[in-house]
T-cell receptor
Framework: GAGVSQTPSNKVTEKGKYVELRCDPI?????LYWYRQSLGQGPEFLIY????????DSGLPNDRFFAVRPEGSVSTLKIQRTERGDSAVYLC????????????FGPGTRLTVL | QKEVEQNSGPLSVPEGAIASLNCTYSDRGSQSFFWYRQYSGKSPELIMS????GDKEDGRFTAQLNKASQYVSLLIRDSQPSDSATYLCAVKSGGSNYKLTFGKGTLLTVNP
């Protein structure tokens, strides 16, 4: 079946602009996660959704970052007033449920802030 | 102290050899351990998971877990050039049944 999909695959923006990154999880997966991966680092947790609600947003770096999942499926990560330090690959993952053992990652969105 | 530590490498082995990748973690309450493979420019791909002490084998891959030593390893037998990638160790800590904490990854190069 279809895996996790993310759009766009690449996004180049200017400092100070607003961006939205989209994630479409595997069908039937109730848990959805956003991670951020900087060059040479492992992915770092940003936020976790169980259904429509953000169960844990403790990894979001600051209040410029926000994520929604209004219908319990597709999620959007929103970044306001982007900064050069936001440049990274943003990875989305999903799992059947939060305690499920396997998280499956999408291809990621490479964000570049000029 | 970083929660999950891996030798960043690069680790270079000849084709057909055994590659040994190591990972230590700081949270003694951790229960779930994962190895992901990440090719350059691609996303992480789950290759092994292990939850109890001992060895778990899947094809050419063997994961080993020692909770007393807070150590998990991945052995790749008969290494192939196609195994060349970064291998990420990930841990679900005792306080969370959903959040993965990753190491920085070990770059493995298998030379033909």
């Amino acid at each position: 079946g279809a895996g996790v999909s993310q759009t766009p695959s690449n996004k180049v923006t200017e400092k100070g602009k607003y961006v939205e990154l989209r994630c479409d999880p595997i069908s039937g997966h109730t848990a959805l996660y956003w991670y951020r991966q900087s060059l040479g680092q492992g992915p770092e947790f940003l936020i976790y959704f169980q259904g429509t609600g953000a169960a844990d947003d403790s990894g979001l770096p600051n209040d410029r970052f926000f994520a929604v999942r209004p219908e319990g499926s597709v999620s959007t990560l929103k970044i306001q007033r982007t900064e050069r330090g936001d440049s990274a690959v943003y990875l989305c993952a999903s799992s059947l449920e939060a305690s499920a053992r396997a998280q499956y990652f999408g291809p990621g969105t490479r964000l570049t802030v000029l | 102290q970083k929660e999950v530590e891996q030798n960043s490498g690069p680790l270079s082995v000849p084709e057909g050899a055994i590659a040994s990748l190591n990972c230590t973690y700081s949270d003694r309450g951790s229960q779930s351990f994962f190895w992901y493979r990440q090719y350059s420019g691609k996303s992480p791909e789950l290759i092994m998971s292990i939850y109890s002490n001992g060895d778990k084998e899947d094809g050419r891959f063997t994961a080993q877990l020692n909770k007393a030593s807070q150590y998990v390893s991945l052995l790749i037998r008969d290494s192939q050039p196609s195994d060349s990638a970064t291998y990420l160790c990930a841990v679900k800590s005792g306080g969370s049944n959903y959040k993965l904490t990753f190491g920085k990854g070990t770059l493995l190069t298998v030379n033909p």
